[in-house]
């Protein structure tokens, strides 16, 4: 099958057509990325910053680019003139590093706040403690360049269905227990960004608002 044919088949099963598709398109060409482009698609998502540069170089400017994997701080500033969303904010250091590059190219960076939901250690992320930390602290008010839209989560790479829409369940009621707080300013909670090829349509029951799929798309990589 195309990535077109994919593209039309995975739109067919969504729970919730309001959930945005992020087309994850790491290792894939360009013109993988061209193709996809030329089915409508405008969100795509890279995991590494070189790549996502390159990438972001050579192909249409209407495209937004989203950063979907664990980010380094020393690599903020090469995608912080374009990026549209930085999905895996997973430590208060890092959402600094954004802002001060945000605030170099005088821009607002949109962020998601990562959170630890799966039992691997092996995924980033915030816990509670962590985040009640983050949200008591008095500098987070003063961090003008960043805009935190929602939260993302990825759960435990099981096939033990009731697992996986548990983990969603709870990022699901973190946030809507993190909305009824008096939160900053730079805060706007309205997304999550939950699910994957595996388990996008479990976390399309469980809320999400948008789901960052590769593979059902592009291939295997
Ligand atoms: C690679 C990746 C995806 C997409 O994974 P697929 O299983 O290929 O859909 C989603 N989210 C993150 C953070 C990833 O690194």
Not at 31 to 37: G, H, S, T
Not at 142 to 158: C, D, H, R, Y
Request: proline content about 3%.
């Amino acid at each position: 099958m195309s990535i077109k044919e994919n593209l039309i088949e995975i739109k067919n099963t969504f729970k919730n057509q309001d959930c945005l598709l992020v087309a994850v398109s790491k290792t894939k060409p360009v013109q993988a990325i061209q193709e996809a482009y030329e089915a409508g698609i405008r969100d795509f998502g890279e995991n590494k910053v070189q790549e996502l540069v390159e990438k972001q170089e050579q192909l249409p400017k209407d495209i937004r680019w989203h950063m979907i994997g664990h980010l380094q701080r020393n690599k903020v500033k090469y995608i912080a003139p374009f990026v549209h969303l930085i999905h895996g904010v997973d430590s208060f250091k890092l959402l600094k590093e954004i802002n001060k590059q945000g605030k170099k190219v005088d821009r607002i960076i949109p962020c998601l706040i990562q959170i630890h939901i799966a039992q691997e250690d092996s995924k980033f992320g915030f816990d509670q403690k962590e985040l009640d930390e983050m949200l008591d602290s008095t500098d987070i008010q003063s961090l003008q360049n960043v805009k935190i839209i929602g939260l993302m989560g990825m759960a435990t790479f099981t096939n033990d269905e009731p697992k996986v829409k548990a983990e969603f369940r709870r990022l699901k009621n973190l946030f809507e227990a993190l909305k009824t707080k008096n939160l900053p300013s730079n805060f706007e909670l309205r997304e999550i960004s939950m699910g994957m090829s595996g388990d996008y349509l479990l976390a399309q029951e469980e809320g999400s608002t948008m789901v960052r799929i590769g593979s059902a798309i592009f291939g295997s990589r």
